[in-house]
């Protein structure tokens, strides 16, 4: 709603400023905001799309300035059909994760820069058996010095700020974490397409089921400040605590190479 590299005196973010475990077969959390009615049971959060317009969502009531975040989750099945996990910031930073319903053996992920999406080539694909089958953990670790994808703990994907384009993703983000219809009808030709639609409502519902969170802020603090409209992350102010750029490790060493790329893409929630 507001900002703040476009907007001056945009309110400022709430902290995570530590690190929370969420089990979802617990019941809701109150770490987020529920859209579109997810439930719960034993086994975890459910995000169900039963007809056109369902989107159900859960988005953090606070952010992170640098961090870890795991999700334990099983993806949607469905042609068309699309489950999200999205670190993004007010100024439209973005690292994702996205599963297509029409495949049950990938993952894509991505990243976007201020909302810049002129090209869609940021995307990676990424082998994983039974996505809709069972659970598996997938891991966004992100730093000042680079992002690493994780899937039941092996590095498929490192980004480092030189090969981003001037994109690299540095500014406090919210989670986001749901499933929508990437096919429904009424999205543009190329969304649908992407998506491996269209969706066939007959064939649902189609659920998408996480079963628990895990999530780490590398700084600390109550709030997340922009300081000018610079949209870097030198810029950012934390009160009552620190911005710490998350260090350095060797996980790049082990990352393969990109070998399949996803075009096509769109913001997931804009």
Known sequence: ??????????????ALGRSVNINF?????????????PTYNSNGASFTISRSGDSPQLTSKWYIMFGKVEITM????????????????????????EWLGAQDNQVQSNFFGKGQTTTYNRGAVHAVT??????HTYTIDWTANQIVWQIDGTTVRVLQPNAANGQYPQTPMQLK???????????????IAWA???????????????????????????QYTYSGTSGTWQSIV???????????SNT???????????????????
């Open 1 to 14: 709603n507001c900002n703040p590299t476009v907007t001056n005196g945009c309110p400022p973010d709430s």
């Open 130 to 135: 039974g996505t809709q089958d069972g659970f």
């Open 196 to 222: 491996q639609g269209p969706t066939d409502y007959s064939r649902g519902p189609y659920t998408m089921l996480v079963r628990s969170v895990a999530v780490s802020d590398y700084s600390t603090g109550t």
């Open 25 to 37: 077969a617990s019941g809701a959390s109150d770490s987020f905001t529920a859209q579109g009615n």
């Open 74 to 97: 099983r993806a949607a099945p469905g042609a068309g059909i699309v489950s999200s996990c999205v670190l993004q910031s007010d100024d439209l930073d973005e690292i994702d994760w």
């Open 177 to 191: 974490i749901g499933a929508w219809s990437g096919g429904d009808y009424s999205n543009q030709p190329g969304t």
């Open 252 to 270: 790049g060493s082990a990352a393969p190479a990109i070998t399949s790329t996803a075009s096509g893409n769109i913001i997931p929630f804009a």
């Open 238 to 248: 934390a009160a009552g605590g620190t911005v710490n750029s998350g260090g350095s």
